[in-house]
């Protein structure tokens, strides 16, 4: 079968196959009283063919580490000796050592296959002052320490040459965690949930982007070639083959895909793939950039997951979908209050509401994220919440039970998805250490009111540009204390220095507007 189990106290039961059916096999345990499953619901089944090898199992029982189900790589405990093993097997021939600088640019250290030993060992280094907002070139030598559960072949690549990546954690030469990685900052403030008796914080990001097509040299437009509009389908959406190649690619990656559609605007397009804790949901977002930018390119076209890359049209946002989960069972729900949530939950708001302009600046990163967050585009501007009204900053979605969570709509994808989902934890944490009570429901359509009816309601802005987004961050201590001084400094010393480079060059705009009547 070209199944192997070290152990030796395995069998495999192969059920009976039709002519061009695939072998389907039952893993079992062998034991007193016959062939056991090794899972309680009868029996793990794996879709066996020559694309789907299985090399070992996990050493401490439970589910194989390294299987292809139904074609996928599935998401495993891998030890070293397996991925050492599988870079031979596989004859992968290049593996990335992923890791994301606090601007949320995704870095790569490229190694070969035979120093693959090293790089599971903690032993490869890089120049970390080469890093913008990482350290200094008189401390510049860091350690890159790989996620093993990370380890992942890139399905896009030729299955000769293949390459595969690993995501890495940043270390100092100390051996301590380097404080200014961006997954560690996530981690602290996973760690302050866990302490806090939480055991889970979920998030599923929903994160939308643009196909345009290239010119001759390869270079983006903001043509799309596309008609269509919300829900469209072919022939209008020209880039429906695009989207279901990343799919495809994204499933064999381990994505569970939940939906994929074309957006309001022309070319405009989302991919929504399942929640997960938030660690590895940031590190799905990173990969999904990587997969879409990469096979839009191989078909001729650029992605961009820029907020608003042309005016006029609606912009692309990243909704955050969030849950905390206390023993297993979902924190935010009760089944006694009217609309379904605890107390929990009604402080998460609060927290969210009370520190959302502080935490702007990361969530909304860049000079061109507030040209998406004005009215008349479906994008939040006020500061509210609502059971159900889309206009509001935070929605709760209809679902209840396990599923009840928190939406908070202002984040947008050109975000660092690990400093975001930290600030948005963070908040809603202070909400519930302080027994926060978030503001009454706004359930009116907040677009349609004026500034009179806004201020009777109490109801705040968003802040309107990335510097007024800056000087709430500065003033705000929670928020500063969970992106850390080295990050915080580092963070507003490069974003005030994209503010003036902006706010100093002179637009088309003001040369279309002044040139000739002044």
Same mark, same amino acid.
């Given at each position: ?12 039961h192969k059920?009976?196959?039709g ?9 079992t ?5 016959? $062939? ?8 793990? #089944?794996?879709t066996?063919?020559n694309r !789907? ?6 050493? =401490? ?6 299987l292809?189900?139904?074609g996928?790589?599935t998401?495993?405990?891998?030890s ?20 994301? %600088?606090i601007?949320g ?12 030993? =090293?790089?599971?060992s903690?032993?490869?280094?890089? /120049? ?5 907002g990482?350290? *200094?070139? /008189?401390?510049?030598?860091q350690?890159?320490?790989?996620d093993l ?6 399905p ?7 390459? &595969?990546?690993?995501i !890495?954690?940043?270390?100092?030469t100390d ?7 961006p ?8 760690q ?16 939308e982007?643009f196909?345009?097509k290239?010119d001759?040299e390869?270079?983006?437009?903001? @043509? ?6 919300y ?5 209008? /959406?020209?880039?429906?083959s695009?989207r279901?190649e990343?799919?495809? &690619?994204?499933? @064999?990656?381990?994505f569970?895909?939940e939906?994929?559609?074309h957006?309001? &605007?022309?070319g @405009? ?8 804790e938030a660690?590895?949901?940031a ?10 930018k990469?096979?839009?390119? #191989? ?14 049209? &609606? ?6 979908n969030m ?7 979902n924190?935010f729900y009760d $089944? %006694? /209050?009217p609309?379904?949530?605890?107390k929990?939950?009604?402080?998460f ?5 009370h ?8 969530t909304?990163p860049?000079?061109n994220s ?10 939040p501007c006020?500061l ?5 009204? #889309?206009s509001?900053l935070? *929605?709760?979605?209809?679902?209840r039970? @396990?599923?009840t ?12 998805p690990?400093l ?5 934890l ?7 250490e302080?027994?926060?009570t ?7 359509n ?6 009179a ?6 109801i705040e ?9 800056l000087r ?6 929670l ?5 850390g001084e ?6 507003l010393?490069? =974003?005030w220095r994209e503010?003036?480079?902006? *706010?100093t ?13 002044y």
């Open positions: 079968s070209g199944i192997f189990f070290p152990e030796g106290r395995r069998k495999l059920r009976g196959r002519k061009g059916e695939r072998a389907r096999i039952v893993v345990k062998c034991g007193k009283g016959g $062939p056991k499953p090794l899972t309680e619901g009868g029996g793990t #089944r794996y066996y063919d !789907c090898e299985q090399r070992r199992s996990d050493p =401490k029982g439970g589910a194989p580490s390294f292809k189900r139904k996928r790589q998401m495993g405990v891998y070293k000796e397996d991925i050492i093993r599988i870079v031979r097997e596989e004859e992968i021939e290049f593996v990335r050592l992923q890791f994301t %600088d601007f640019m995704l870095k790569n250290v490229a190694i070969t296959a035979s120093q693959i030993e =090293k790089a599971v903690n032993q490869c280094m890089f /120049d970390g002052s080469s890093i913008e990482f350290v *200094r070139i /008189d401390e510049s030598d350690y890159l320490y790989p559960k990370s380890f992942r072949i890139f896009w690549r030729p299955s000769h040459g293949k390459v &595969a990546r690993l !890495c954690d940043v270390y100092n051996g301590t965690p380097f404080v200014g990685d997954r560690y900052v996530l981690k602290r403030v996973i302050k949930a866990n302490d806090m008796g939480y055991d889970r914080f979920n998030v599923g990001p929903e994160a982007f196909l345009f290239t001759e390869g270079k983006p437009t903001t @043509q799309t070639n596309d008609e269509a509009g829900f469209d389908l072919g022939p209008l /959406d020209h880039g429906e695009t279901r990343i799919c495809m &690619a994204l499933e @064999q990656m381990d569970e895909i939906a994929s559609h957006e309001c &605007a022309q @405009q397009h989302e991919i929504d793939f399942k929640y997960a660690l590895h949901a590190d799905n977002i990173m990969t999904f950039k990587l997969a879409v990469t096979l839009a390119q #191989r078909n001729g076209l650029h992605a961009t997951f820029m907020p608003k890359p042309i005016f006029g049209i &609606a912009g692309s946002g990243m909704h955050t849950s905390l989960f206390h023993n297993g069972k924190a $089944p %006694d /209050d609309r379904g949530l605890s929990e939950a009604y402080s708001i609060a927290g969210l509401l520190h959302v302009r502080g935490m702007a600046a990361v909304n860049l000079v507030y040209k998406r967050l004005v009215p008349g585009y479906e994008a006020y509210a919440w609502s059971a159900s009204n #889309r509001a935070i *929605r709760i979605p209809a679902s039970g @396990q599923g969570r928190v939406e908070l709509r202002s984040p947008d994808p050109s975000c660092n690990y975001a989902f930290a600030v948005c963070a908040a809603g944490l202070d909400g519930i302080k027994g926060m978030p503001p009454a429901e706004i359930t009116e907040i677009y349609a009111m004026d500034a009816a806004r201020k009777t309601h109490g802005s968003l802040p309107g540009s990335l510097e007024e987004a709430a961050l500065e003033a705000d201590q928020i500063l204390d969970t992106l080295h990050v915080a400094a580092n963070y010393t490069g =974003k503010w003036d480079e902006y *706010r060059r002179v637009s088309s705009w003001e040369r279309e507007k002044y040139i000739i009547n």
